[in-house]
C-alpha cells in the first residue's frame, strides 16, 4: 500500500467516532442477560465472547451457563448506541450511565433475568 493512502487511513481511524452504549449477552434458553456499557462496542462484545470461549469469563454464573448450554444458546447484541455530540467536552461516560441504569430499569441487577 502506497505511503499517502496508508496515511489518509490512518487519519480516518483517528477521526472516526467510536461506536459507544450498551450491550447485552443474553441466554436464548432462560432470558437472562449481561448489561453493558462501552465506549468501544465491538471490543466489548468480542472481550466477552474470547473470554467465554476461553473459559475465563469473570461472570462464574454466566461462564457455567455457557459451558452447559453452549454458545449457540447466546446473544451478542447492541442495545443503544451513542451520538456524537458536538458540545465541546461533552461527558459521554455520564451519558453510558444514564442510558446503562435505564436498561438495568428493565432488567434489574439480581433479578431472575439478570446475570449480576
Known amino acids: 500500500m502506497e ?8 487519519s480516518t481511524y483517528k477521526h472516526t467516532f467510536p ?3 450498551i450491550f447485552s449477552v443474553t441466554n436464548k434458553i ?6 453493558g456499557k462501552s465506549k468501544n462496542l465491538n471490543g466489548s462484545l ?6 467465554l470461549r476461553m473459559g475465563v469469563h469473570r461472570n462464574p454464573e ?12 447466546f446473544v451478542f447484541e447492541i442495545l443503544e448506541l451513542i451520538k456524537e455530540r458536538t458540545e465541546p467536552g461533552f461527558d459521554y461516560t455520564s451519558e453510558l450511565d444514564k442510558c446503562l441504569e435505564h436498561w438495568q430499569g428493565k432488567v ?6 439478570s446475570y449480576l
Open 108 to 113: 434489574p441487577p439480581g433479578s431472575s433475568g
Open 30 to 35: 432462560t432470558g437472562k442477560q449481561l448489561l
Open 46 to 51: 468480542n472481550r466477552h465472547r474470547m473470554e
Open 62 to 73: 454466566l461462564m457455567e451457563d455457557w459451558r452447559s448450554l453452549g454458545e449457540d444458546h
Open 3 to 10: 505511503k499517502a493512502r496508508r496515511k489518509e487511513l490512518i
Open 19 to 21: 461506536s459507544m452504549g
